[in-house]
């Protein structure tokens, strides 16, 4: 009997695994980032998502910014509300505040964007 059991969950253990990894789902890869200073204090990003995935979906990103010299520093995150079809892109335009007010010194080398799929 015990054995049964044993079989039995590590079948449901083995399905839930497949499921998970064959299902796939969205990826996203941040294709383009421009940086436009917004004066001393706000950068404005402007990128492009590109889901790589198998599934729509809707990108949470993270954006670090670092001023040449590390002479300021900003950060953030946003959901945006306009999923991306697998293959799909979309461009998205978000305001950074930045310290120091060093907003003028931050270059595209000093961004960088990570996004993965919103919590639903």
């Not at 796939?24 to 001393?40: D, E, H, I, N, T």
């Not at 492009?48 to 010299?69: E, L, Q, W, Y």
């Not at 461009?91 to 310290?99: F, G, I």
Request: proline fraction near 3%.
């Amino acid at each position: 009997m015990f054995g049964a059991s044993a079989l039995a969950l590590a079948v449901a253990v083995v399905l839930i695994v497949v499921f998970v990894f064959v299902r796939g789902g969205p990826a996203y890869r941040v294709k383009y980032v421009s940086v436009q200073s917004l004066g001393l204090d706000a950068t404005r990003i402007v990128m492009v998502v590109k889901n790589t995935g198998t599934a729509t979906g809707t990108p949470t990103c993270t954006i670090r910014a670092s001023a040449i010299d590390h002479a300021g520093s900003g950060a953030g995150s946003f959901i945006e509300n306009r999923p991306i079809k697998p293959g799909s892109s979309n461009l998205y335009v978000n305001t950074l505040k930045v310290s120091d007010a060093a907003a003028n010194l931050v270059k595209s080398s000093g961004v960088s964007v990570a996004c993965h799929t919103a919590a639903r």
